[in-house]
T-cell receptor, first 113, second 114 residues
Framework: AQSVAQPEDQVNVAEGNPLTVKCTYS??????LFWYVQYPNRGLQFLLK??????LVKGSYGFEAEFNKSQTSFHLKKPSALVSDSALYFC???????????FGAGTRLFVKA | KAGVTQTPRYLIKTRGQQVTLSCSPI?????VSWYQQTPGQGLQFLFE???????NKGNFPGRFSGRQFSNSRSEMNVSTLELGDSALYLC?????????????FGPGTRLTVL
């Protein structure tokens, strides 16, 4: 069965510093991986996805994620954090041939000015 | 292009009642999925509909049901409400139902059960 783990409930980073939000996954086939962000009282917004090809995926708002097959990870990164990046981030996985998207529990990111 | 819309945005019900939530997908999208979001459990998959057919279902009791209409609009029904059903219910649409499709989420319906 497919699963997603976001090991950190919360990540704190100072504005201007690089940020990383971690995600590991487990699927039986090829994984399709997604990152979403949720701002207060809003639905989830799509950031980026990995389907195949280059392991480094670039997405919205300057975010990028690195797919690492051997470590079954898909960490979200940004070189320089902004206060406005403070939000709840979700990693999600779907497996090849699967129709169900499994989401991680979410990681709350706080960026301090 | 308009995004995913969900109605109503807020609902207050009492235990034992039933509720119907509505979701209108992005124009041209044929797949609609429903999720329950709670602080303790994160985002839990309820079900997915494509071309009026339920293609997948999560681990929720039979009190949770849904349907999709020919115009791809979807409704979710919860009968015999329990306090634990209080949550944000999110609907997501995608063009098709393939595993690589991006899902686009609506703002959610916040259900409070008293």
């Amino acid at each position: 069965a497919q699963s997603v783990a976001q090991p950190e409930d919360q990540v704190n980073v100072a504005e201007g510093n690089p940020l990383t939000v971690k995600c590991t996954y487990s699927v039986s086939g090829n994984p399709y991986l997604f990152w979403y962000v949720q701002y207060p009282n809003r639905g989830l917004q799509f950031l980026l996805k990995y389907i195949t090809g280059d392991n480094l995926v670039k997405g919205s708002y300057g975010f990028e994620a690195e797919f690492n097959k051997s470590q079954t990870s898909f960490h979200l990164k940004k070189p320089s954090a902004l206060v406005s990046d403070s939000a709840l981030y979700f990693c999600a996985v779907r497996e090849n041939g699967g129709f169900k998207t499994i989401f991680g529990a979410g990681t709350r990111l706080f960026v301090k000015a | 292009k308009a995004g995913v819309t969900q109605t109503p945005r807020y609902l207050i019900k009492t235990r034992g009642q039933q509720v119907t939530l509505s979701c209108s997908p992005i124009s041209g999208h044929r797949s609609v999925s429903w999720y329950q979001q709670t602080p303790g459990q994160g985002l839990q998959f309820l079900f997915e509909y494509f071309s009026e057919t339920q293609r997948n279902k999560g681990n929720f009791p039979g009190r949770f049901s849904g349907r999709q209409f020919s115009n791809s609009r979807s409704e979710m029904n919860v009968s015999t409400l329990e306090l634990g059903d209080s949550a944000l219910y999110l609907c997501a649409s995608s063009l098709e139902a393939g595993e690589t499709d991006t899902q686009y989420f609506g703002p959610g319906t916040r259900l409070t059960v008293l």
